[in-house]
């Protein structure tokens, strides 16, 4: 045998086994996971992601009764729960009004006692022979401004030592309990702790009626230190809210 034909054989062979060899472990070689980890748990074609009617199953209708006995428990469940919560605002809302109305009430029995009732007579005398007096000043037909001022100038009379029959001192008692107990109503009813329109049926118009006359006085009083005298009643008399001492 020729040796150069073999040895040439014999190079050619070396190659074709590694490469052959090569070819057989890479087809023994596990493909690379490109993608998730539970690819391999997807059938080919399909989308890991759940589709729409997956995520609007109706589980009231399952087939199997147990399934649909949950859901509606867990419906019926939510149901009472909100319907005990809007009971629950109800009853609270109820019963602040109904204490709103009560301490109203308080109130108008407060202003039904004697003491009370003896300060509105005092105060209506007083100023019953004011008016009476100073009749001739007012015309037929008085403008606003000019019943201001009439106003204002029987309330300042009243406040002196010849404004009445009453002494001074004694009417000055009686005046001060009634600016206490009408300051007392604006606080309740501006804090929201009295009823409005119970309090304003009952002492809406007296209070108007007392700050036409006294405003002037207590413009006085204000002007002489007592920055807040008789604020609240002048906010009640307005509608608005009570004025702090700082403002």
């Known amino acids: 045998m020729d040796p150069e034909k073999s040895s040439i054989a014999g190079k050619d062979m070396v190659p074709g086994t590694i490469i052959r060899d090569a070819a057989l472990r890479k087809e023994r070689l596990p493909a690379k996971d490109k993608g998730g980890k539970n690819d391999e748990h997807v059938p080919e074609g399909a ?12 589980i009231f209708a399952e087939g199997d009764w147990r399934v649909s006995a949950n859901a509606w428990a867990g419906f019926l469940l939510r ?7 809007l009971f629950s605002v109800y009853q609270y809302m109820a019963a602040r009004q ?18 009370y009732q003896e300060a ?11 008016n009476e ?25 009243a406040m002196n030592s010849d404004g009445g029959v009453l002494p001074l001192p004694e009417f000055q008692d009686q005046f001060d309990r009634l600016v206490y107990f009408l300051n007392r109503v604006s606080f309740c009813v501006e804090g929201h702790l009295c009823d409005r329109e119970i309090a304003d049926a009952y002492f809406q118009d007296y209070a108007s009626s007392f700050w036409r006359y006294f405003r002037g006085y207590v413009q006085k009083q204000r002007k ?6 008789a604020a609240a009643i002048e906010q009640y008399v ?4 009570v004025p702090t001492a700082g403002k």
Do not use: F, H
């Not at 007096?133 to 009379?157: F, I, M, R």
């Not at 002489?224 to 005298?229: L, S």
């Not at 307005?238 to 809210?241: D, F, H, I, K, S």
């Open 79 to 85: 149901v009472l729960l909100i319907s005990g919560t």
């Open 47 to 58: 989308s890991p992601i759940p589709g729409l009617s997956e995520w609007t199953e109706n």
């Open 238 to 241: 307005a509608g608005g809210t």
């Open 98 to 115: 109904e204490m709103r109305v009560e301490r109203t009430l308080q109130l108008v029995e407060l202003w039904e006692r004697s003491e």
């Open 133 to 157: 007096k100073y009749s001739d000043l007012l015309g037929k037909s008085p403008s606003q401004t000019e019943l201001a001022v009439y106003y204002e100038k029987v309330g300042l009379e």
């Open 224 to 229: 002489q230190g007592a920055a807040t005298y």
């Open 120 to 130: 509105q007579k005092s105060l209506k005398t007083r100023l019953a022979g004011l």
